[in-house]
């Protein structure tokens, strides 16, 4: 269900859109002072905190020494086998470089996560968070809305843990480790605090600017990115479980595999 309101989100942005650059032509903003890929950078446009340069990116990813961060996971635990990985599409290269080892202060993902000055989601403020199983092995709270589910072993859901996966690809390198904001773009874990699932997909899907910072303030439209779009629900359930304070810092361990969800996002992305 999700997935067809999201295409046909992406189709009526396709539609009304003149914005450029499918796959691999998009534009990549490298946060100023980071290193931005090779030639073509055009000149920061100025302005405080916000300033960003833009540079054609040579991917859907940065390069995997630019943002080492972002980090797709090591290297044997998530490179798809070959039986599991068709070719092309998401390759494991640029978007799923070899991570650090995760912080020592890193916590894993358990309900001792929970801050005690957390605040919850607006979803699930206003709806709660007693999740039932949705379509394509995902958790919906009582409204329909994604959300996650924390196993008996204290394990994030599948989508939770995919979710930071393409949230360390595609949004860390703006929005910080974790969610937590940056000098350059706003902590999502309290964007949430005022955003439900549906005004999170709209301004990921179409962009947003200058809301946050008054200048130069740019959140690029994924729209068009089938790597943020297929796995756009994934990415609000791992945000929503920060914003929660359920889901601790650092990549949250790998749960069990969740067939229908995989296929679900293989299916989305034409494997
Ligand atoms: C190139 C840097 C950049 C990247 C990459 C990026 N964002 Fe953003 N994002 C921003 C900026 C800057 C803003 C603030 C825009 C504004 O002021 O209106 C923002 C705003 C947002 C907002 C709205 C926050 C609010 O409080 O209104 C959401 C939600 C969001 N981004 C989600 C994401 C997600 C999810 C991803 C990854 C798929 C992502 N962003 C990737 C720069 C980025």
Redesign the pocket.
Known sequence: MTYRLIALASAVFLSTTSLAGAQGTGT??VPAGQEAPAAGTTAPAGGGA?ATSTAPAAGEAPAAGEAPAAAEAPAAAEAPAAAEAPAGGEAPAAAEAPAPAPSADAQMASAEGMQPDAHPSKDTATEGNAPTEGDMGKWVDPAGNPTYNIGEDGKVDWYAWRGSKK?GA??L???GPDGMGSS???N?TE?LQ??SYFD?VG??VSG??????PQN????A?GEDPN?MCSLDA?YIYLRGRTDGVIGRGEPPRPEKNEEGQKAEYDCLGF
């Open positions: 990549t903003v916000a949230y595609n949004c390198q703006c929005h350059f773009a706003p999502l964007s005022n955003l999170f301004i990921v947003q600017q200058n809301k946050w910072h303030s740019v959140m690029p994924w943020v990415i």
